[in-house]
């Protein structure tokens, strides 16, 4: 059975940081792409990065590049999403999932390997 578990979401003021960390278990992760995706209130879950297998492609929505860092610790089944200069259009809940990952966009795969999320919350 898959697990996937976010957590390292919290409320903090604009320009602040916070890094988001996503565990999954069940799967063989290194097998997969995975990415962040993240849903604000009243609107639809929207992919904003994803890192290749290796680690060594990445993709970020233009909502997020220049801020927010992906990187994955394949032997700790872990993804990471380091996000700086947070804005308080970033407040949603944070959820990552098995994706298809190319170098301009992220798909989440059709297995609903979702966890609970993890809400993030910027204040002005």
């Known amino acids: 059975q898959v697990q996937v578990v976010e957590s390292g979401g919290g409320s903090v003021q604009a320009g602040e940081s916070l890094r988001l960390s996503c565990t999954v278990s069940g799967l063989d992760f290194d097998d997969f792409a995975v990415g962040w995706f993240r849903q604000a209130p009243g609107k639809e879950r929207d992919g904003i990065s994803c890192?290749?297998?290796?680690?060594?492609?990445?993709y970020y929505a233009s909502s997020v590049e220049g801020r927010f860092t992906i990187s994955r610790d394949n032997a700790k089944n872990t993804l990471y999403l380091l996000m700086n200069g947070l804005k308080p259009e970033d407040t949603a809940m944070y959820y990552c999932?098995?994706?298809?990952?190319?170098?301009?966009?992220?798909?989440?795969?059709?297995?609903?390997?979702w966890g609970q999320g993890t809400q993030v919350t910027v204040s002005s």
């Open positions: 890192i290749g297998r290796s680690g060594r492609s990445t």
């Open positions: 999932t098995v994706v298809s990952c190319s170098s301009t966009s992220v798909v989440a795969l059709d297995f609903g390997y």
